[in-house]
């Protein structure tokens, strides 16, 4: 095979998008193609061993910052294997500051930004031609998405059935929010809504009943938007017994009557919605150019807990510019009383080529100084607290965005969501010494023992909720702390009768008067 295309993908699962752009927009040389795709847990060894074997003339790396570490490693050692080879590489974590890279010397190209016609460029010069290009780095080339071929005939039956599918319906990205690449984009671009839409139909018909878009931007053009919600519920309707699901980035602020009422036509189950928060301090949201309408973004997101069984998962970053923990912990309790599903509790990175990194020295600025480059520490957050925001982000996880614990929860958080968990996330760190790698089982009785000996809540009230959230899990055996195993379907029937009036009268008596 003359070219390889190869990534290393940060688990199985995932396939992905990016090598089949380049794989679809090679024309003639498509067949002389072949996309080689690993993992970070893979031995070295093994993936030199492939690629040997395949006496590759081209190798081709997307580089992301999940795989930079382990992608240099077999770089270096590729080059002192095979040391004709060319090899290129491209993707955000080479894109920007690539001098510094300690793999920049080793390699033949580099193609910054979109690969999709450049690359293209670049092999047919090489294999063709036969002509060396005139310049290392080589600034990608972003034509009009009509020209650019769509991949999705390249995702394999494999693929469709065990992997995530990425799907991108547009490209790009109008807002500047400067913790994030895509401010560094011009507009939002959309594919060719018939071409694009002929090819999730292909997708269908294999059997995809997964689609994952990557948009960032996915109901901004509300026209565009509806066609493609459309299609998927013309799917459903066809085929009623088929569930299907489909993620989406949301712009919380763009939420046009037309789309709610599309929304409500899908089954429940169906929608998952990733919106983007990040802070809910004005002061912060200008110093980092995000101009998200908070009011407005607080009633659509409202309005699909209430009226919806669209999943939420909505994302907030600890360690943007001039916002402590008191204040983090406003937004956060906030941002929980709009009833979200899931709060994902990020820390920021400093990736390369972001504008954010003009507030390095006034802010006081660490960073790690490897992938993933996150927050050491700045003026409003010293190293101790960036570490235990680091254990909090993990244990809510574990408990509040793994479903787990939905009976629990509401003793757990309280009146303070922040602050009450703050404490069951330390409770925990000094029970177990570490926030991952800790069994489920044992994970639940330290829970236990904290809401009534830490708490004081009533055995009795902790029981009847803990009870449901163990059954809930599947576990083999039962434990003793939670007394007798119930009758699964009495204990159901129980459970309806009215989870809020044993809430109130399990709370210790400070809490009730605080709740009141």
């Known amino acids: 095979m003359d070219i390889l295309l190869i990534t290393l993908n940060a688990r199985y699962s995932h396939a992905s998008l990016g090598l089949r752009y380049l794989k679809a927009n090679l024309y003639e040389l498509e067949e002389r193609a072949e996309i080689l795709e690993f993992t970070i847990q893979q031995n070295r060894e093994a993936m030199l061993e492939e690629i040997y074997h395949r006496q590759p003339k081209i190798v081709s790396f997307g580089i992301y910052i999940w795989n930079f570490r382990e992608t240099t490693l077999l770089i270096r050692d590729l080059r002192a294997l095979m040391p004709e080879l060319i090899i290129t590489i491209g993707g955000p974590e080479v894109s920007y500051e690539y001098e510094e890279i300690e793999i920049f010397p080793l390699i033949d190209y580099l193609i910054t930004g979109w690969g999709d016609v450049s690359f293209y460029q670049l092999a047919k010069s090489l294999l063709i031609e036969g002509k060396p290009w005139e310049s290392k780095v080589i600034k990608g080339i972003e034509p009009p998405l009509s020209e650019i071929k769509l991949p999705y005939y390249l995702y394999t039956e494999e693929d469709i059935k065990h992997r995530t599918v990425y799907i991108e319906a547009s490209r790009g990205c109008p807002f500047k929010c400067e913790f994030c690449l895509s401010s560094l984009d011009k507009t939002a671009w959309r594919f060719p809504l018939e071409p694009f839409l002929a090819a999730m139909d292909d997708l269908y018909q294999r059997g995809l009943r997964q689609y994952k878009f990557v948009d960032r931007t996915f109901n901004l053009k509300k026209d565009f938007t509806l066609a493609i919600l459309d299609f998927f519920l ?123 990194i003009r507030h390095t020295n006034e802010f006081q600025y660490r ?129 309806k009768a009215g989870k809020d009036e044993r809430l109130h009268e399990a709370l210790p008596q400070r809490q009730r008067q605080h709740r009141v």
């Open 234 to 356: 013309q799917k459903i309707a066809e085929n009623s017994d088929e569930p299907l699901f489909l993620h989406f980035e949301l712009v919380p602020d763009y939420l046009s009557d037309e789309l709610k009422e599309k929304i409500l036509e899908f089954p429940d189950g169906s929608l998952q919605f990733e919106i983007g928060i990040q802070t809910l301090n004005s002061t912060t949201q200008h110093l980092i150019s995000r101009r998200t309408n908070l009011p407005v973004a607080k009633e659509n997101i409202s309005w699909l807990s209430k009226n919806t069984d669209v999943h939420l998962h909505v994302d907030l970053i600890v360690g943007l510019p001039d916002e402590d923990l008191e204040s983090f912990a406003v937004g956060f309790n906030e941002l929980w009383s709009w009833e979200p599903q899931e709060i994902q509790v990020g820390i920021l990175k400093r990736l390369k080529g972001v504008p954010i």
């Open 367 to 495: 960073f790690s100084q490897e992938p993933p480059y996150s927050i050491l520490q700045n003026r409003e957050l010293p190293f101790p607290e960036v570490m235990e925001m680091e254990r909090f982000a993990k244990f809510w996880d574990l408990i509040a965005n793994s479903g787990r614990y939905r009976a629990t929860l509401p003793f757990i958080l309280g009146a303070k969501p922040f602050e009450e968990f703050r404490a069951l996330s330390r409770y925990l760190y000094q029970t177990f010494n570490r926030a991952y790698g800790i069994a489920l089982d044992r994970l639940f009785k330290a829970i236990y023992l904290y809401l009534v000996e830490e708490r004081g809540y009533s055995e009795e009230s902790v029981r009847d909720v803990m009870r449901e959230d163990f059954l809930r899990t599947g576990i083999k055996g039962w434990p003793k702390y939670l007394g007798e195993r119930p009758d699964e379907l009495l204990f159901e029937r129980d459970r």
